[in-house]
């Protein structure tokens, strides 16, 4: 079963907008992340988040994670057309070695 | 440094045929996985691998085989094709152990299968 659901499925916004997508997961983690994947292409890493932390920077990139409700956000300020893409989170749990994956929100920038 | 190289990039198989996706880094990396895309939802894993020798099964294993007699290479075969495989398959690799200890995952830029 999926451990990452994100939250909205699609987003399409215009260029200099602002890109909140959510991420939901259902066991205590150890850190979350979160990837782009361009269509057709393989993942791309863009910033982790470790349990003891609320939030990071990234560039552009704000994430904030909140433990008590299971959930993170990623926020993209100043979208960009090139921004256009699916953004996935994934947990790990404990010292597992394994990451597993949300559904992804597919995210769309009009010019 | 080319990262994490798949090959093939596009394969059609017929139900019933065996194949080997190829999957080698060149960053040294302890850690390598195998994944499934498939449409509407996220990466599955199917296997992976901690080191050379050693491998474990992720979340949807049956129908694969993996080895790891070297730490560049983690070939994934499929045994006898079913028409459920057809997917996108990823292959990515880590430092040490991998996600667990907060580490980053490169990924690979996939090969379609489509199994007929």
């Known amino acids: 079963s999926q451990q990452g659901e994100e939250d909205p499925q699609a987003l399409s916004i215009q260029e200099g907008e602002n890109a909140t997508m959510n991420c939901s997961y259902k066991t205590s983690i150890n850190n979350l992340q979160w990837y782009r994947q361009n269509s057709g292409r393989g993942l791309v890493h863009l910033i982790l988040?470790?349990?003891?932390?609320r939030e990071k920077h990234s560039g552009r990139l704000r994430v904030t994670l909140d433990t008590s409700k299971k959930s993170s956000s990623l926020l993209i300020t100043a979208s960009r057309a090139a921004d256009t893409a699916s953004y996935f989170c994934a947990t790990v749990t404990g010292t597992a070695s394994k990451l597993t994956f949300g559904t992804g929100t597919r995210l769309q920038v009009t010019l | 440094n080319a990262g994490v190289t798949q090959t093939p990039k596009f394969q059609v198989l017929k139900t019933g045929q065996s194949m080997t996706l190829q999957c080698a880094q060149d960053?040294?990396?302890?850690?390598m996985s195998w994944y499934r895309q498939d449409p509407g939802m996220g990466l599955r894993l199917i296997h992976y691998?901690?080191?050379?020798?050693?491998?474990d099964q992720g979340e949807v294993p049956n129908g694969y085989n993996v080895s790891r007699s070297t730490t560049e290479d983690f070939p994934l075969r499929l045994l006898s094709a079913a028409p459920s495989q057809t997917s996108v398959y990823f292959c990515?690799?880590?430092?040490?152990?991998?996600?667990?200890?907060?580490?980053?995952?490169?990924f690979g830029e996939g090969s379609w299968l489509t199994v007929v």
């Open positions: 960053m040294n990396h302890e850690y």
């Open positions: 988040i470790r349990s003891n932390e």
């Open positions: 691998s901690v080191g050379a020798g050693i491998t």
């Open positions: 990515a690799s880590s430092y040490s152990n991998g996600p667990g200890v907060g580490n980053t995952i490169y």
